[in-house]
């Protein structure tokens, strides 16, 4: 049974950061995509950034774009999502997920094959 566990949200003021991070239990993420995604109150889940099994490959969703960075370390097996210049719209639980198969970080949750149990962030204004 594959495990991931995020850790690292909280409450946090409009402008500030906040650095999650995602922990696979042995071994189950390294060789494999892995990404975020969020889910604010009455919506869908959405992807928001991803990075390919090497590390060599990213994507991030427009919103994020220059405010969020993405990394993994694979001899850790974890990988982080660095979030800065936070602002009440990037409120929502954050879930990491890995990517079924070898390829290009992609964003529809169908190709996603194992989820954590989420953490939330909230930004006050």
């Known amino acids: 049974q594959v495990e991931l566990h995020e850790s690292g949200g909280g409450l946090v003021q409009a402008g500030e950061s906040l650095r999650l991070s995602c922990a696979g239990a042995a071994r189950t993420i390294s060789g494999f995509g892995v990404s975020w995604f969020r889910q604010a109150s009455g919506k869908e889940r959405e992807f928001v950034a991803g990075i390919s099994w090497s590390g060599g490959d990213t994507d991030y969703t427009d919103s994020v774009k220059g405010r969020f960075t993405i990394s993994r370390d694979n001899l850790k097996n974890m990988v982080h999502l660095q979030m800065r210049s936070l602002n009440p719209e990037d409120t929502a639980v954050y879930y990491c997920?890995?990517?079924?198969?070898?390829?290009?970080?992609?964003?529809?949750?169908?190709?996603?094959?194992?989820w954590g149990q989420g953490t939330q962030v909230t930004v006050s204004s």
């Open positions: 997920a890995r990517q079924m198969r070898v390829s290009r970080p992609a964003r529809e949750v169908d190709e996603y094959d194992f």
